[in-house]
């Protein structure tokens, strides 16, 4: 019967020490498409996007321009050519083509790659003020992605994108 007892004691204990913890417990969430849509720093990396691909994206319109201009004369001229010139100016403007398709796929590959090297920089630095925010002010847990509810009280989002407008 004293074991019996023993056992209970522990057991209510045991059941008590998860709610008084938790009560203890300060957690922070995050909203991270919040965070990624108005943080300063996302818009200073489209920007340096913009400006490192903006020739290369006039140069293939320029190209394409060029090649629907070749295309069009190609059809207008079409009856007075002989057939030689006329394969000759059709197999250029299918060389063409393939160029400017190489040529896109190309840029499409090297801008997603280096969106990709801005985002995860974005990343680590809203990972970074996260964390000095949760070390500052005692947070025992902050939440970032995954999250599908957390009540304004324990949202840090606004805080988090204050200190990074303010770098």
């Known amino acids: ?21 938790a009560n203890d417990l300060k957690i922070g969430v995050v909203n991270a ?15 340096r996007l913009e400006n490192e691909f903006s020739s290369r994206s006039k140069s293939l319109e320029a190209k394409n321009r060029q090649l629907r201009s070749a295309q069009e004369k190609l059809q207008k001229d079409a009856a007075i050519l002989s057939a030689d010139e006329r394969d000759a100016q059709e197999r250029k403007i299918i060389g063409d083509q393939r ?4 040529l896109q796929e190309e840029y499409s590959e090297d801008l997603s790659i280096r969106r990709n090297e801005e985002l995860r920089k974005l990343e680590e630095e809203i990972a970074k003020t996260i964390v000095e925010i949760a070390e500052a002010e005692k947070y025992d847990l902050v939440l970032y992605q995954g999250v599908i509810y957390a009540s304004d009280k324990a949202d840090l989002t606004s805080k988090v994108l204050e200190k990074l407008k303010a770098r």
């Open 99 to 102: 160029e400017l398709k190489r």
């Open 33 to 47: 498409s919040r965070i990624l849509d108005q943080s300063p720093q996302k818009d200073a990396a489209l920007q």
């Open 1 to 21: 019967m004293k074991t019996v007892k023993v056992i209970l004691v522990s057991l209510a204990l045991l059941a008590a020490s998860p709610a008084s913890f």
